[in-house]
């Protein structure tokens, strides 16, 4: 009798702990509807603050940029000095070349004041690009008084 008492009870508490455990189709959709919606909003959140890096990070990048193309012009401007009092030969080739990196330097900066492309994908192919044109021009500016026979 007891093993018939002791079977009984095991077999409702079983039972009772499948049944209570159990939730209806209804309350697993409304849990995981919640479990989406929370999903959303932190997804949200996460590309705003993406955003906000992005819209940070282009306006450090062009403050930068825009110090060294002010320390180009004041480099032209140095350069023209210098040039100014040299034999009229060696003037006249210099003040082509000079003219090229003045002329270059407008260009980068019409560049930069031009860009207003939030997106990541953009900004990243014009920052790379950018990068690249300001090496270039660098390497013209220290390469300017090398003498090319």
């Known amino acids: ?20 455990s159990c939730q209806s189709s209804s309350k697993k959709i409304e849990n995981a509807q919640d479990k ?5 909003v932190k997804v949200a959140e996460a590309n705003k603050e993406l955003d906000q890096a992005i819209k940070d990070s282009i306006q450090q990048f062009k403050k930068e940029s825009e110090e060294k193309i002010n320390e180009y012009d004041k480099n032209i401007a140095d350069y023209k000095v210098r040039i100014s009092k040299m034999n009229r030969e060696d003037r006249a080739r210099d003040e082509r070349r000079l003219a090229e990196l003045e002329q270059r330097n407008r260009e980068m900066r019409k560049d930069l004041e031009d860009y207003n492309d939030d997106r990541r994908e953009h900004w990243e192919a014009f920052r790379i690009r950018f990068r690249h044109d300001m090496e270039e021009h660098n390497r013209a500016f220290r390469d300017f008084w090398v003498r090319k026979r």
């Open 1 to 20: 009798m007891k093993k018939i008492i002791f079977s009984l009870l095991i077999t409702l508490l079983f039972a009772g702990s499948i049944f209570i």
């Open 36 to 40: 989406v919606d929370a999903a959303n």
